[in-house]
């Protein structure tokens, strides 16, 4: 099933019956390339038929999702969320659609971005999206910050390293939680790894804390630098001793292998597959 | 520190329903907030230099309803916002019409509750013209009207303002005419219009003016607001002066009509902004998640415990 199906099934048992109708009636229109005014206030008014009410979805909706569009993870959308992304996935897919949701988002207010922003997961034609999910990770706006950044598989497929490095970086920064990023493990790479342990310094210096799992995005590219960072780490808070072995554990280099040797325990427990990022 | 007077427990909840949050400080949203202030509505206006580009129009409308809303929410603020053209810029007629284009992007959205703010600045064809369109669009969008009246003239303007409402066909239970003072607001409320006053230093009200005014009036449709900008203004001015009421004997029923429920009721038949926007929200805590965002490192309310001391 394509995700517009999927969006409309959702909103049909969320929504009141005039509100779907409303909503398919717009689609029906976008599809065949409407005026932008229509496009435009379409969007805006959504909300006033769909209210705000988290989606909610079962189990087997997120399995759905997932088969429909790998790494597609709507479990915390909403319903104004939902009816504005059926609405965008409704239009002629290429870049003239593309271009129209730079315009909207170029006025679009929070919840307008965010919408727009989690779309990114489902819109056809992905390069034309690029240069806004890019923007988004400049944002000061958490909410819009996060609709791109967290459970959304857009950044890990379409961003170069610059871009993603970025992201993941920010994400620490403005403490988000890392561990909802689609993909992270997969983009690691040596630029990244060392960015973060220049974060991971910097913090030291000024006497302030980081989330550990830093370390996990740090660990299978480590250089000498990020194992000094590791060694730090590993005398640390029990948390902190834990998410260094992981690290560790995840990197090639032989110092890596000799540094574990002081934590035996949990060495063989992250081995085993008992002590994981998830139950850090 | 300005509230230290305020008592903690039985904290007043206020609304301030004019104020530019744009020219303000974080330091003024966390006064604010620790002063009661739950909601405020930023009217359009004029930033101080006038515009001459239509793209910073856009900017400025999109700031309103985006970052600016953002900024408040850290706060625990409810931001709203009112959309316009205003009458100073109205006069630079070939970029008014591009502006007037660009206003039906944004009365739409969410928690914009009025157009405003519009009506006269000297009187001038242009500003009339603008005035009039902009009555159309909050007719066709069922808004209510926010009314800025003139510094110079202002008996006239504001008498002219409603006259030119009412041949719009627009219910006066749906205006808000504001900057008040003791010459405008007793037509203002015979004729059953909002009476808004605006307590700013040295040109518009006072706040001890505006516990006459309240006494002589009463409490009905008429409202208390600060409209504090980039100007020599307080971002407290509403705080303050339902202090002030409060210790001149007005009742607490009155002060909570003129500092909240009034606001709420006038800008609430935008359907755009209910109690319960601000009721619902969580405490905040910038430790805690906040509507399911944790707060930007370094923003939201955290008293250091010793104010010389920058962490």
């Known amino acids: 099933m394509s995700a517009q199906t999927l969006l409309l099934d959702w909103l049909k048992s969320r929504m009141a019956p005039q509100g779907v109708a409303w909503l398919e009636e717009k689609a029906a229109l976008l599809a065949t390339g409407a005026q932008e005014k229509t496009v435009s206030l379409s969007f805006s008014s959504c909300l006033r038929y769909s209210g705000k009410s988290p989606l909610a979805l079962a189990h087997a909706d997120l399995q759905a999702a997932r088969a429909a569009v790998p790494g597609w993870n709507p479990g915390d959308w909403t319903c104004d969320q939902a009816a504005r992304i059926f609405l965008l996935v409704s239009l002629p897919p290429g870049s003239d659609s593309a271009k129209m949701m730079d315009r909207l988002y170029q006025t679009a207010d929070v919840a307008e971005a965010v919408a727009l922003q989690k779309a990114a997961a489902v819109l056809a034609f992905p390069e034309g999206h690029l240069a806004r999910a890019r923007e988004a990770i400049r944002s000061n706006i958490k909410e819009v910050f996060e609709a791109i950044t967290l459970r959304n598989p857009y950044p890990a497929d379409q961003f170069d390293v610059i871009g993603w490095n970025q992201m993941v970086v920010k994400t620490f920064f403005v403490e988000s939680p890392t561990q909802e990023i689609e993909g992270l493990d997969r983009r690691a790479n040596p630029p990244l790894s060392r960015m973060l342990t220049d974060l991971a310094q910097e913090r030291w210096a000024a006497g302030r804390t980081f989330s550990p799992q830093l370390w996990r995005c740090l660990g299978p590219c480590a250089d000498d630098r990020g194992l000094d960072g590791l060694q730090k780490a590993l005398a640390g808070s029990p948390v902190e001793k834990r998410a260094a072995v992981l690290a560790l554990a995840s990197c090639p280099l032989p110092r890596a292998a000799t540094l574990l040797q002081a934590e035996p325990a949990l060495a063989a427990a992250a081995r085993a597959g008992s002590l994981t990022w998830e139950n850090l | ?311």
């Open chain 2, 1 to 311: 520190m300005a509230n230290e007077s305020r008592p903690v427990a039985k904290k007043r909840k206020l609304i301030d329903p004019h104020i530019h949050m744009v020219s303000r400080t974080t330091d003024d949203y966390q006064a604010m907030a620790d002063a009661g202030v739950v909601a405020v509505i930023e009217p359009a206006f004029w930033t101080g230099q006038p515009r001459t580009e239509i793209g910073t129009f856009k900017d400025y409308f999109s700031c309103l309803v985006g970052f600016e809303r953002f900024r408040a929410s850290q706060f625990g603020i409810k931001h709203y916002c009112t959309i316009g053209l205003n009458s100073k810029e109205a006069n630079n007629e070939a970029l008014a019409e591009e502006v007037i284009e660009l206003l039906p992007r944004f009365a739409g959205k969410e928690g914009v509750v009025a157009i405003g703010e519009i009506g006269y600045d000297e009187m001038t064809k242009a500003e009339e013209k603008f005035f009039r369109v902009q009555l159309e669009l909050a007719k066709e969008m069922d808004l209510p009207v926010m009314i800025h009246t003139p510094h110079r003239n202002k008996k006239v303007g504001t008498s002219r303002s409603m006259d030119v409402c009412m041949e719009h066909g627009i219910a006066p239970s749906k205006v808000v005419i504001d900057h008040n003072n003791e010459e405008t607001c007793k037509e203002v409320l015979d004729r059953g219009f909002w009476a808004a006053f605006t307590i700013y230093p040295k040109t518009k009200m006072g706040n001890k003016r505006m516990v006459e005014i309240a006494k002589r009036y009463g409490s009905d449709r008429v409202i208390v607001d600060s409209s504090a900008d980039w100007g020599i203004s307080d971002a407290l001015a509403v705080p303050k002066t339902a202090d002030l009421m409060i210790a001149s004997g007005l009742s607490e029923a009155a002060v909570d009509a003129m500092c909240y429920y009034n606001a709420l009721a006038a800008y609430g038949q935008s359907g755009q902004m209910k109690e319960s926007d601000w009721l619902d929200l969580k405490t905040v805590d910038s430790k805690k998640e906040f509507e399911g965002n944790s707060l930007l490192r370094g923003g939201g309310p955290e008293a250091p415990e010793d104010s010389r001391i920058i962490t």
